[in-house]
C-alpha cells in the first residue's frame, strides 16, 4: 500500500464481519505501529486487545461507553478492541517527574493518538477496519479490564474484518489549513 494512499483511504469503521480476527495478525499490527515516533523515543504506548467475547460485551456496556449508546452498539459487535494505553508521567517530563514543556501531561495525549493512528493505517494496510473511540469511562472499563497501575486508558479501538466500505468526507482545501508567515 502507498502511504498517501492510505492516509487517503482509510474510513472509520463502525461495522464488521462475524470473523475473528487472528492474534498473529494484531500482533503484527502492533509490530508496526510500535514505530510511531515518540517524546523523546519514551515508547510509552501500550494495546491491550480484548478478543473475549464475555470481555467486549462487558466493555460494550454503557457504563464503560460513558452512557454514548451508540459506541456501545458498534464496540459490541467488533471481534476485537484495542485499548490504547500510555505510561503516566513520562511524555513531557524531565527525569525528576517535572514537566518539560508549558505543554506539561498533554504530551502523553498527543503520543497515544500519534501511537492510535500509526495502529489504524496499519490495521488498514493488512485489510481491517478500526474506529478510534474516545467516549468511555475509564474507572468503568478498570472494573472490567485489569489495566496497570501506572497506565492510562487513550482511546478504544474496535478492529475487525469491514462489512463496510464508507465515502470520504468531504475535506477542507489545503488552503483553508495552511498559513505561511
Not at 498517501?4 to 480476527?21: A, D
Not at 467486549?56 to 460513558?66: G, K, Q, R
Request: with cysteine; proline share 5%; charged share 25%.
Amino acid at each position: 500500500m502507498e502511504l498517501v494512499k492510505g492516509i487517503k483511504e482509510r474510513r472509520s469503521i463502525r461495522k464488521f464481519k462475524e470473523q475473528k480476527v487472528p492474534r498473529e495478525l494484531i500482533t503484527e499490527i502492533v509490530d508496526t505501529a510500535r514505530y510511531a515516533p515518540s517524546w523523546k523515543n519514551t515508547q510509552t504506548a501500550r494495546y491491550i486487545i480484548i478478543d473475549d467475547a464475555e470481555k467486549i460485551a462487558e466493555l460494550s456496556s454503557i457504563e464503560c461507553m460513558a452512557n454514548f449508546a451508540y459506541n456501545s452498539k458498534v464496540a459490541v459487535a467488533a471481534p476485537a478492541i484495542v485499548l490504547i494505553t500510555y505510561i503516566k508521567g513520562v511524555a513531557g517530563f524531565d527525569s525528576d517527574g517535572t514537566p518539560s514543556t508549558k505543554k506539561g501531561s498533554e504530551w502523553q495525549m498527543f503520543d497515544a493518538g500519534i501511537a492510535a493512528q500509526t495502529f489504524c493505517l496499519a490495521a488498514y494496510e493488512k485489510g481491517l477496519g478500526t474506529v478510534i473511540m474516545g467516549y468511555f469511562d475509564e474507572d468503568e472499563i478498570k472494573k472490567v479490564i485489569d489495566i496497570p497501575q501506572d497506565q492510562a486508558v487513550a482511546a478504544m479501538i474496535p478492529i475487525g474484518y469491514p462489512n463496510i466500505n464508507p465515502q470520504a468526507p468531504v475535506r477542507k482545501e489545503a488552503d483553508e489549513l495552511v498559513t505561511f508567515i
